[in-house]
């Protein structure tokens, strides 16, 4: 029995969930970065990422290539996120979290409805930043994309790391999240923090956005929804504060969800979906902090 | 409250008897001057892509009513948006009989959405004519539902298309199935183990998927190491392009069927793109519509009545080079094929017994040879196709003509 097991199909598996996992990766530091600069979950997150793409995608075909218009979407993202926050957070910035986050699932259908009012609804599709090429080793297939958008999620934690870690802006980012009245007295621009850390996330989320796009081999309007919900399990599985463990608990989501549906018959395609929210539940009630995060002490 | 209630069930009941005795006397929705009907189109949300269903549909008609409409009458067709919700599906065909007083639901489209609406129309005694899904019900259950009747190939007469093109030219090949986990999907596999016949073993493996997932990268993995040589993608646009790009990426090059819900041209060069030319080279779907940029229609003098009626009434942004555009003008041109057969002053009843007695051999925007054709006892009027291959960028269609119910 045991010699019969395929074991190339295992490793494909493996391959392929940590591939699925490396694109989640992506709109998980976005999650994670607002989270953490803002202190809440942004479930607009995805349709911001969805109308970057759609952003790209115009100034794609409106001539620029393909690494210009990367970058200028990312500053537009910025701007807009910044814009938002504006626009239409600051009026809600001292109610209580749970406001804001309805005013992020309003925000959704808002998002949602632009992009369906911009652009048409057809299938449309990205250039790839990385080559689909396969590449055979030992009968298990991958491509240079696979390894870039893990790559990609690898380099921003640690750009993230070094701006939390080594920047009086990262430093007066997190206090303005963990603590806004004392940092108020202490001459940090709450208010202007929560606008930078939405630009930041906006900028994240167009990343992922243009690396989900062509990994999925096309887009419309629902690029980023079905992305979403894997994202969040794999941020809350790492711990909603570390953007190291979004990256690790989407890759281990990836490989996990893969296997189940594969090996384990009754799950199977079906209910891959709510695996991961048994998974998001699972964490929420044994470690609510994730495999990554700390515990929140605070003095009182 | 109880008063609220009771006034709710009194006017419900009026209006279910309003709508009941309205062939009695004057025919709803039918004026000296005007045939009002209407539809449920997912103008909006994730199906959104189907709405050219429904605008090609009212182009046509306002073409007809430039031309004097049918017995001087005008045709008015309202479309409602329903957000391919069956919820809202229901609510918006109420609306149309009950207060916009259609004279019959026409082309709305969605399989679980019009089994939403099949009971009530039925009950209330409205036409649900040619109604915009593959599902074989439509078609097949007529006695129990005789006002409703389906139009397109049906799904399983195409999945058994493919399992007869499969056991005649390649009777040794081993064939892989993604599928969409619902009716749809379920109703294609069906129709191609039919078709298959005591080949159907000959399906080495089977792999669903749920239209919310992002991907099916991993389907396509199990699918591969099967050792399968076949691949059937029965599945919408967005995952038949992955199942492509995903193959491709797997170094798995199959010979491909790919269902005609995802073979328009403009999805094919979608998954060229995703994957290589080679590997989408070679793929076999059916046709039974002229496709507008296919090069081989430029001088049809069906198509130029196509490109002529879209530039004068199209909307902005709408893309005349989509198939569905075509499929709506060939739907409309039937119901206004039915609706000269149906009299002077139609009727309901007079409309349906049109509508089963048809025999429509020129419609400009199907491809020759292909008849519309209904009986009493034949409820899918359009059950003939062709197979094409994707050869070089474009579809070209191979073989006779299949006649599949």
Redesign the interface.
């Known amino acids: 029995m045991l010699l019969a097991f ?1 074991w ?2 295992l490793a ?2 493996t391959v ?2 940590l ?2 996992g490396g ?1 989640w990766a992506l709109l998980a530091l976005a999650i994670v970065l607002i989270y953490r600069s803002t202190g809440v979950v942004n479930f607009a997150q995805g349709e911001l990422a969805m109308l970057s793409t759609f952003v790209a995608w115009s100034l794609v075909h409106h001539g620029l290539s393909y690494w210009g218009a990367f970058f200028l979407t990312i500053a537009l993202s910025f701007l807009g996120g910044v814009g938002i926050e504006r626009a239409v957070i600051r009026p809600v910035e001292r109610a209580p979290v749970l406001t804001i986050v309805i005013v992020t699932l309003g925000l959704v259908f808002v998002i949602d409805g632009i992009a ?1 009012w911009g652009w ?6 990205l250039p790839n930043a990385f080559s ?1 090429r ?1 590449i ?1 080793i030992a009968g298990v ?3 240079i ?1 696979d390894l870039g958008n893990i790559a990609v999620s690898l380099g921003v934690v640690v750009l993230l790391g070094l701006l939390f870690r080594y920047t009086k802006l990262g430093l007066a980012l997190r206090a303005a999240a963990v603590n806004p009245q004392e940092s108020r007295l202490l001459g940090v621009r709450v208010s202007w923090m929560l606008a930078l850390g939405w630009g930041l996330a906006a900028a994240m989320g167009a990343v992922s956005g243009m690396l989900t796009a062509p990994a ?5 309007q ?1 690029l980023m929804q ?2 979403l919900l ?1 994202a969040l399990a794999g941020a809350v599985l790492g711990g909603l504060e570390s953007p190291i463990g979004a990256v690790v608990g989407s890759l281990l989501l990836g490989v996990f969800v ?1 296997l189940v ?2 090996y384990v018959g009754w799950v ?3 209910l ?2 709510p695996v991961a929210l048994v998974i998001i539940l699972g964490v929420l009630l044994v470690k609510p902090s994730g495999l990554f995060g700390r515990t929140a002490v605070r003095r009182v | 409250m109880r008063a609220v209630y009771w006034a709710g069930a009194l006017l419900c009941a009026l209006a279910l008897a309003a709508a009941a005795s309205g062939a009695g006397t004057s025919t709803p929705g039918v004026s000296p001057t005007e045939i009002v009907i209407g539809g449920t189109i997912p103008l909006t949300g994730v199906a959104s892509s189907f709405r050219s269903v429904g605008l090609g549909a009212s182009y046509y008609f306002k073409y007809v009513n430039a031309h004097g409409g049918v017995n001087h009458r005008k045709i008015r067709y309202i479309i409602k948006d329903d957000q391919y919700d069956p919820a809202l599906t229901m609510d918006k065909t109420r609306e149309l009989v009950e207060q916009d007083h259609v004279f019959a639901i026409f082309n709305s489209l969605g399989t679980e959405h019009n089994l939403a609406t099949r009971p009530y129309l039925n009950a209330v005694g409205v036409p649900q004519l040619f109604v915009g899904s593959g599902g074989r019900t439509f078609g097949a259950d007529y006695k129990q539902y005789k006002w409703t009747i389906g139009y397109q190939p049906n799904y399983l007469a195409e999945g058994t298309i493919y399992g007869r093109e499969v056991a005649k030219t390649t009777p040794k090949a081993s064939i892989a199935v993604l599928y969409q986990n619902d009716d749809y999907g379920n109703d294609l596999l069906a129709g191609l183990k039919h078709g298959l016949g005591k080949r159907a073993k000959q399906i080495v493996s089977k792999q669903s998927y749920n239209a919310d997932d992002p991907e099916v990268r991993s389907q396509i993995a199990r699918l591969k190491s099967s050792k399968a040589n076949t691949l059937m993608i029965f599945a919408t646009p967005q995952f038949a392009i992955q199942a492509y790009r995903f193959a491709y990426q797997l170094g798995w090059k199959p010979k491909v069927y790919v269902n005609v819900v995802a073979s328009a041209s403009n999805v094919m060069n979608l998954a060229v793109l995703a994957s290589s030319k080679k590997e989408v080279e070679g793929s076999i779907s059916i046709v039974f519509l002229k496709d507008p940029s296919d090069p081989r229609w430029a001088k049809d003098p069906g198509i130029k009545l196509y490109r002529a009626i879209m530039k004068r009434y199209k909307d902005k942004g709408t893309n005349v080079n989509d198939v569905y555009n075509v499929y709506g003008m060939s739907v409309a041109h039937t119901f206004v094929q039915a609706l000269k057969k149906a009299g002077k002053s139609p009727t309901r009843a007079s409309i349906m017994n049109a509508a089963t007695h048809l025999t429509i051999k020129n419609d400009p925007f199907l491809l020759p040879g292909v008849v519309v054709r209904t009986t009493p006892n034949d409820h899918f009027p359009l059950d003939q196709a062709r197979l094409e291959r994707w050869h070089n960028g474009h579809w070209a269609s191979f073989g006779g003509l299949f006649r599949v119910r």
């Open positions: 395929d190339s199909q494909q598996q392929i969930g591939s699925s694109t369906r048409s609804s057809e299938t449309r599709s689909t396969p055979d297939a991958f491509s994309q999925l081999a096309s887009f419309d629902n079905p992305v894997y893969n549906g594969t199977g395609n079906d891959r979906l």
